[in-house]
Every structure is written in structure tokens, then in C-alpha cells.
């Protein structure tokens, strides 16, 4: 295993931080949760991280079982680094800690930077359990250049990468201003007004989607 500091506790949450609990990797695992990634990616990805710290971080992941690196299609050098099944179950801690987190984010944070794809990790983090419809609907969500849809079905929620043949309800808007609405920096109906988000869809489908969002 690589070296590093211990907490020494017979205690599953010291266990697990002793895990993923340094600088940079929680972030690291968010990258991967979008897609797997190239180790360039992550670089362009994580600005500041530096790639000996990335490859450590990797190399450490790797070795815990929690990722896992796999060929490239068509690319006999190249290689993905993708979660494993172990990673896969901070999914849901991961985003219940996202959501946690926006209300810790303010105006001075609005300069860092920011990815449409995150804005993909952010609606799956603010789904109310409580607040899903019981109709089956399609929202699609076009943040800056990438577009995803969340589907209702039968009291579930599924989220899928690209758009819809035919959605209930299509939000555009740049990632930024998707972001600020998720810490409520900015309301639905104040970016609506300046023009910086667009609804298209039945206005039912509207207050379905913004309710089970929070964001009513």
C-alpha cells in the first residue's frame, strides 16, 4: 500500500478516510462518477492538483480497490481510469455531501471554476426522495455545450448523458448560473427574468420538476 498517515481507530469512518479522506480525491472520484477519464482529463479537470499529487492519488485509489484503470478503445498506450464496484457505493454519500455543501457557497466562489458536467453531479445531488412525481416525465437539461435528460418512471429517477426524442420539459442554461441556483445565489424565476435560463415544457411539468428539485 502507499504510504500515509493513519488514524489508527478501529472505526469504519476512520477506516474510510483513511481511504479517500486526503486533499484532492474526493474530487477525483466526482470526475469519475461523471465518466471515466483520461489521466489528461483529470489534469484539465482538477487545475492546481500538479501530476505527480494526481498520480499518487491515483496510484493510492488503485490500490485500495476503489478505481481502476482499463485500455483504450482503438488506443494501444492510452488508458482509463474508471470507478470500481467498492467506488461505485460513494455515489450516494458523495452526492448527499455535494448537496450538504452548496449551502456553504457564496458569491466569492462564483469565480472558481466550473464544468457543465458538474451541473449533471448537482441535479442528481438535489433530488427530493419526497418530492419525485408521480407521473412519468422526461427533463432535459442543455447546461453551456452538453445536454442530459432525467427520467421519471414509475416513482423512480434515472439520469442519462444526452437528450431525449421527446421531453416533457427542456432547461437550458450556462453552468455557472445552473450552479448559483443549486447554493441559491439566484432563484429559477430571477434567472428566467435576466434571460440567463430558458424553460420550454407544460407548465405542470415545470412545477413537477422545480418542486422535486427543491427549488420551489
Given at each position: 500500500?502507499?504510504?500515509?498517515?493513519?488514524?489508527?481507530?478501529?472505526?469504519?469512518?476512520?477506516?474510510?478516510?483513511?481511504?479517500?479522506?486526503?486533499?484532492?480525491?474526493?474530487?477525483?472520484?466526482?470526475?469519475?462518477?461523471?465518466?471515466?477519464?483520461?489521466?489528461?482529463?483529470?489534469?484539465?479537470?482538477?487545475?492546481?492538483?500538479?501530476?505527480?499529487?494526481?498520480?499518487?492519488?491515483?496510484?493510492?485509489?488503485?490500490?485500495?480497490?476503489?478505481?481502476?484503470?482499463?485500455?483504450?478503445?482503438?488506443?494501444?498506450?492510452?488508458?482509463?481510469?474508471?470507478?470500481?464496484?467498492?467506488?461505485?457505493?460513494?455515489?450516494?454519500?458523495?452526492?448527499?455531501?455535494?448537496?450538504?455543501?452548496?449551502?456553504?457557497?457564496?458569491?466569492?466562489?462564483?469565480?472558481?471554476?466550473?464544468?457543465?458536467e458538474w451541473g449533471f453531479l448537482a441535479v442528481q445531488a438535489m433530488i427530493n426522495e419526497d418530492a419525485i412525481p408521480d407521473v412519468d416525465e422526461v427533463y432535459e437539461f442543455r447546461v453551456g455545450d452538453h445536454t442530459f435528460a432525467v427520467e421519471v418512471k414509475s416513482g423512480q429517477v434515472a439520469f442519462t448523458r444526452g437528450g431525449s426524442a421527446d421531453p416533457d420539459l427542456v432547461i437550458t442554461s450556462d453552468p455557472d448560473t445552473f450552479v448559483r441556483i443549486g447554493a441559491r445565489l439566484t432563484t429559477p424565476f430571477a434567472a428566467i427574468a435576466t434571460g440567463d435560463v430558458k424553460i420550454e415544457g407544460d407548465v405542470e411539468a415545470i412545477h413537477r420538476c422545480t418542486h422535486m428539485l427543491g427549488l420551489t
Open positions: 500500500m502507499v504510504g500515509k498517515r493513519d488514524y489508527g481507530q478501529f472505526c469504519g469512518l476512520a477506516a474510510g478516510l483513511n481511504v479517500i479522506g486526503e486533499r484532492w480525491t474526493l474530487l477525483i472520484v466526482r470526475e469519475m462518477l461523471i465518466s471515466p477519464v483520461r489521466f489528461n482529463e483529470l489534469i484539465d479537470n482538477l487545475p492546481g492538483i500538479g501530476p505527480n499529487l494526481l498520480s499518487d492519488r491515483l496510484r493510492s485509489l488503485t490500490e485500495h480497490g476503489v478505481i481502476e484503470h482499463v485500455p483504450v478503445p482503438g488506443d494501444g498506450r492510452g488508458k482509463l481510469y474508471q470507478l470500481t464496484e467498492a467506488g461505485r457505493e460513494l455515489r450516494a454519500p458523495l452526492l448527499q455531501l455535494a448537496r450538504w455543501g452548496m449551502s456553504f457557497l457564496g458569491e466569492n466562489d462564483s469565480d472558481g471554476v466550473v464544468r457543465a
